[in-house]
C-alpha cells in the first residue's frame, strides 16, 4: 500500500451532489514525490527540475557547506516535470490561473484502470478509445461522480521516473473517450499520462478542447463552456489502490499559473 495516511480517529459521512458516502479514514497520495536533482520524469523536452542553493555575500543556503540553514531557489515545468493540475489557461490567450480555477476540492470519484488500444489512425500509437472507457468503467454509473481517475495498463513504479520522449510513445484519449467523459459530467480527470493529447498532434490539442468545452484551434477564453473543469496529469496510481468509488482531495499549489504541481489523494468511499 504506497504512501497511505495515517488513520484518523474515525471515519467521515458526506453528502456530495444529493448522495451520502462514508468516508475510509485512511487514503492514497497518488502524487509523484518530485525529487530536484534527483530521478523524476519527464516530457516534451523539458529539462529535468533543479534545486540551487541560495548565496548573498557569505551566506549560502545550504547547512552541508556550511550555511545556518537551507534555502533553494527550485526551477522546474509544472507541465512536464511531475504531477500537476492545469486549467483552461493552458490553452487560452487570456492568462487563466489555476489557483483561481481549481474550484472542486473534494469531489466524489471513480477510479477506474484502463488497456489502451492500438491506434487505427497512427501506427504504433495507443489510444484510451471509448470502448476501452466503457470497458474499464464496467458496471458503474459515471455520471454519478464528479470526477474520474484514469490508471493506464500495464502499471508499474517506472511512471515515477519515466522520461516520455524515449521509447513507444505515451497512450492519449481520442476525441470520442473524451466526449463522452464530458457527456457523463466528470469536471475533474486525473491520469497517469504526461497528457491527454497526442505530444505532436499539430497544436490541436483536440482531447483538451472537447474537455473544456471549446471550438477547435479557439484560443479565446469567451469560447470556455467548463471554465472550472480541471485535469490532472502524470499522477501514478499504485497497482495496490483497488478500482472504485473515491473521494478526492485535490490539492494544488497556489500559483498564478495555468498549472501548478499537485497532489490529489483518494480516500475510499462506500454508500451511507
Not at 453528502?15 to 520524469?41: C, K, M, N, T
Not at 474499464?136 to 455520471?143: M, P, Q, S, V
Not at 497512450?171 to 463522452?180: C, K, P, R
Request: glycine share 6%; proline share 7%; hydrophobic share 45%.
Amino acid at each position: 500500500m504506497r504512501d497511505s495516511l495515517p488513520a484518523a480517529a474515525s471515519a467521515l459521512a458526506v453528502e456530495i451532489a444529493g448522495r451520502r458516502w462514508h468516508v475510509a479514514a485512511q487514503g492514497y497520495d497518488i502524487s509523484i514525490p518530485l525529487r530536484f536533482d534527483g530521478a523524476q520524469p519527464t516530457f516534451f523536452g523539458a529539462p529535468p527540475a533543479t534545486a540551487t542553493a541560495i548565496t548573498a555575500g557569505t551566506f549560502v543556503g545550504d547547512v552541508r557547506h556550511g550555511g545556518s540553514c537551507n534555502c533553494s531557489i527550485h526551477t522546474l515545468a509544472p507541465h512536464c516535470n511531475g504531477t500537476h493540475t492545469e486549467c483552461v489557461g493552458h490553452i487560452t490567450r487570456e492568462r487563466l490561473s489555476v489557483r483561481d480555477l481549481a474550484l472542486w476540492h473534494l469531489s466524489a470519484a471513480l477510479l477506474i484502470s484502463v488497456t489502451p488500444e492500438r491506434s487505427a489512425e497512427i501506427p504504433g500509437d495507443h489510444v484510451i478509445s471509448l470502448a476501452a472507457l466503457r470497458a474499464a468503467i464496467g458496471t458503474a454509473t459515471l455520471a454519478e461522480y464528479q470526477a474520474l481517475v484514469v490508471r493506464t495498463l500495464p502499471n508499474d513504479s517506472s511512471k515515477l521516473t519515466r522520461n516520455y520522449d524515449e521509447g513507444a510513445p505515451p497512450a492519449y484519449f481520442s476525441t470520442d473517450a473524451m466526449s463522452y467523459v464530458v457527456e457523463q459530467g466528470i469536471d475533474t480527470l486525473v491520469v497517469d499520462m504526461p497528457s491527454v493529447d497526442r505530444a505532436q498532434d499539430g497544436g490541436k490539442l483536440a482531447a483538451h478542447r472537447i474537455f473544456w468545452g471549446m471550438p477547435p484551434a479557439s484560443t479565446s477564453a469567451e469560447t470556455v463552456a467548463r471554465k472550472h473543469a480541471t485535469i490532472t496529469e502524470m499522477a501514478y496510481i499504485d497497482n495496490s489502490v483497488p478500482d472504485g468509488a473515491y473521494l478526492l482531495n485535490l490539492q494544488v499549489a497556489p500559483f498564478m499559473i495555468d498549472a501548478a504541481p499537485s497532489r490529489p489523494i483518494l480516500l475510499p468511499l462506500s454508500p451511507a
